[in-house]
């Protein structure tokens, strides 16, 4: 099927907000941020700013008309700095000027005068002083205390995993123009449109029906947009309706990278048993959540942590703490994954070291204790539909672990220097937002006369597709020519109350909602044709490639006479549905549930080779069978999956951020935070999808694809830890992601890889 | 303010502007060509990619290009082309083609400026490969992808180029037959030819607040903001091409040589073969398209590639300041962090280094946290010759580790004359540890660049004398 989207893209007349034409007047807007990770602010001087060339006007929390909060979860994050600056990169002033070079020229005048306190970076130094930011939470299954006894194999340690920047390369922006009566229309890069309308309504006290945001695409999100869109749309919308002029704001890479959170990272203790012959019988494990100086999702992230803290695996007894800790950090949040990577780092982690202790390959061990149909999720789920076993040996018939395992050792025994590794990872991953209120969504499908269809949902195109699914979804239904159906920008203004684009659900719930409208107008359609083709029964009615069937034989009526027609006879072309998903709930008192409409699962073999001269690697090659049901557009799901296993493997490698002990973030730019590139993707990858797979939850038995895959990255770490244990046997170590080459050569090297930098 | 002329896709541009602001910013601003892309205005990420194409005789070549570190006033008698500049009305080409069909495009983004990169390299090479052509997206990032759909779109553009027959023409001549390119293309040198450019002037430096740019590949990365305000000079090599030359005794690089003209200097190639392939590891194509190699040696940081080369090399710099002139080491050049031995008005003419002789032997490392488009952890060179298996003339060189780009003259002078051996080896490590001082930085920790630095010089010996060096002693 024809994508529309690519094909603008390729040409390069796809529109993101930095390239829509500005009207005349238009302004702009650059954020003031503190350079100091916490402090009391003694003073604001702005005199020198306000009078340089160009400047309108400079806003700080003392302008703002409503409440200054844009907490999500809990309210503790103000837009601008009141009293006191809790991070490096915390917006205090906005500098509004003719512009964009003249607005950050002018910031560079602001005196902030701020006098220093303490700053924790650390989540455990924040956990033993007591900052915390919710409650911890638990989840438990069996009794793990009464299970260590039988166990024959105990194994504790600590594993560590590292934060992610997003680098969506469409950096974060928004643009908003005044509309008459108070109102305020705006253009954001957000994956939660309803999030900004709702954060305006509240910062600039005016109600949610005098705002109108639209979203036509994002040069990526990966969670970054989810929540920490919303700031800079508030900022444009504070000064468009104070200005009286339309204002735009798109941050340099330097100060997104500065002010916005990251995923979190976590620093955690394990504590596994297991009988001689690698059943696992208990789990216990504490999570370190760095959530930095506000909320943001971190509860949300840190509760999917937990539920997602056994992988892809049964085990009885469980018993799962978390902190979320205060941090002077930029506020951590949603990024692909939402907490469940860090999850399943520690028990991957738990598993390699057992299988060390007990003489045998960690895949012994996985591969034994893989979820079937009926086990208990220790969130109280019942695995049903349960394709764990399936995608594993799925991969096994592909690829036989043996031979690799020989091809591993014959390499290193041929070569002293260079050293081959590999590791396997099963994953799991539930498919709904834990925060059962959110798994809604609504469509809107408008037929025009001329037959051409318009649909609006809640979903954000992000380049993961979600246009094209939906539109494949009514293509399906009204079986007419693509190039008919379009999909509409996402508009409060037309789906009004949206969920964000987010936990992977976008095409599920977006997907269903429009299913439902376009069956709706199907109907309405059908049962108008019986009538003009004196068709007692409907259901003998069909539409397929613009014709309308009798009875099975082609009429003389076409889509668009009919539409034509029904038009003429007063009937209604527009359709809204609405989406909310079935059997899903969680007691929060109890955590227990069934927090998920279903599970993904998959399977992936990972081979690295490590040159242990230089502590340098290379990918070798990404083997796996992956679960996505009946995909509905696969070469979309293809790409998706190769995307999310390149930045876990990212994440796991060569990304890594440093902030300094004072919270400044020393990875600040392109030239020091290293992505994956051309040069670093695998040799070989090959992605199958697991056949015979149902799932009655999203539409026509697909499955969601944009963050499970994420997490066979993690097998890379394992792999690569493999390959340093062949060529240095005896090394000790502490399971702390990512593996950097620098982290790789003090393991070669070193007694202890623990090469913090100190800056 | 200067006036501008040049054509930027099919347009003829005459405007006054200031030249100090980059291509990019005027592209998206003035001109509304908002395909290009500004995503982190560095030089690395690759959304800005363009081509820029020069009049060599009665031919343009185009070279890919970050807008973002391109000063406008570079763009002068040139051919700008953007992503509008090479759609075709209706269709996709097969570059763009294949990126649809072969998922190489998520977000979109990105997608322009690798379609960019690629076309460069379609205009660039009468012989296409794979392998090649990826390397010529090593200043491109995508974020979505993760690049395995962008490999795939790569093999299939090349093998479908490859299946059509060449025709005598140039590869311009044959992307347009293949709809590649748009047929006003042909017109471009004429219209080049009918700009006036003036010759260069003087490189004397009249004015004492002026910045001299050369490529503007870091002066525009570490002064984003502030380079337009600056009264600025340009002394891009474009508009010279004087070649690399050698003599009965040394091999002359004039300073504005660029990177990637020195990495396919056929003089460089004669005496080492090997650096072709190593110097992929610095920056990108467009990167290396712009950078000089005076820029990289004034610009004095501790981890630069070209003068951790020529250090080693023994490399020596000619300074002329107007009418005078004066020669001094490169390896006495340095004076401290960003400290250099040369006057504000004086400029990098030309840079020498002994001719190699048979028994010559370079070696040079480079480890950065990503390997390609990073700046190093630590790099190293070791040049010397083999007199009767006896080092003479050793040069080692070691960026990252101090703060310049250091000589390691203890070192060097230890390995001097003696026929090496595992303890010779070993003594030689240690005097290494003895003449450096790293620092923790997003580079990584002291401890860690103590050890690399030591593992490359390692790996160094391995090359010339397997066995000396023996892991038990290293563990």
Redesign the interface.
Known sequence: MKNFDSEKHVRGESQFVDDLLVPEGTLYAHVYYSRVAHGKILSINLSAAETMTGVTAIFTSKDIPGANQIGGIVPDEPLLAEQYVHFNGQPIAVVVADSAFHARSATEKIVVEIEKLPVITDPREAFSKNELLVPPMTIELGDINATWSKCDIVVEGIAETGGQEHLYLETQGAFAVPVEGGAVKVVSSTQGPTAVQRTISKVLNIPMNKIEVDVLRLGGGFGGKEDQATPWAVMCALAATKLRRPVKMILHRQDDMRMTGKRHPYSSDFKIGLKSDGTILAYEVTFYQNGGAAADLSPAVLQRTMFHCTNSYFIPNVKAIGYSCRTNLPPNTAFRGFGGPQGKFVIEAAIFKAAEAMNVEPSFIQKKNLLKNGDEFPYGQIAERCQAIPCWNSLEQKISIGNVKKKVDDFNSANEWKKKGFALMPICFGISFTNTMMNQASALVHIYTDGSVGISTAAIEMGQGVNMKIHAIAQKIFSINTERIKLESTNTTRVANTSPTAASSGADLNGMATQLACNVLLERLIKFAAEQLHQYDPTKISISDEKIFNDGKETEWTWTKLISAANAARISLTSHHFYSTPKIYFNRESSKGHPFAYHVFGTALIEVTLDCLRGTYEIDAVNIVHDVGKSLQPAIDLSQAEGAIMQGIGWMTVEEIIYNNEGRLITDALSTYKVPDVHFAPKEMNISFLENSENPFAPFNSKAIGEPPFMYGIGAYFALLNAIKAFRPNTTYSAIAPMTPERALSLLYKEVGTLAPAL | MNILECIINNKAIEVLANPGIVVLDFL?QHE?L?????????G??G?CTILVGELHGNEVIYKSVNSCLMPLGDAHGKHIV???GI?QPKE?NP???A??ED?G????????GF?MSLTGYCLNNKQLKSSEA?HS??G????????????KAIHHIVDGLKKFPKTNGTPLTHLIEQNILPEYFLSIPKRLEAINIAPLVDVHIEEEHMTVVSGGTDLY?QKA?SM?AERTKRISSWQKHVPITEDETLIHLPGTTTVEEFRLSPVIAKYFPELKTQFELFGSTPIRNRATVAGNIVNASPIGDMTCLLIALNASLRLRDGGSQRTIPLRQFYKGYKQIDKKKSELIESISFPLPKPNSRLSY?K?????????A?VNTTMAFELNNDRIVNCGISAGGVGPTPLFLAKTSEYLNGKILNGKYFEDALEIAQTEISPI??????A??KR??LR??M??HC?KYFPGIVR?ES??
């Open positions: 998206r509304h908002m395909g290009t892309k500004e995503g982190c205005r560095e690395d990420c959304a953007t992503i509008e759609n996709l570059i763009q083609h990126f649809v998922g495009t998520q977000c979109g983004f990105c997608t322009p379609i990826i997206v090593d491109n990032i995508c974020r979505c992808t993760g690049h395995p759909p962008i490999k990365v903001f337009h490392e480890v950065s946290r990503r390997k390609y488009l990073d700046i952890s923790s930085d997003a580079r990584g920790s401890e860690y050890l690399l593992q490359l390692v790996t391995m892991k290293l563990v």
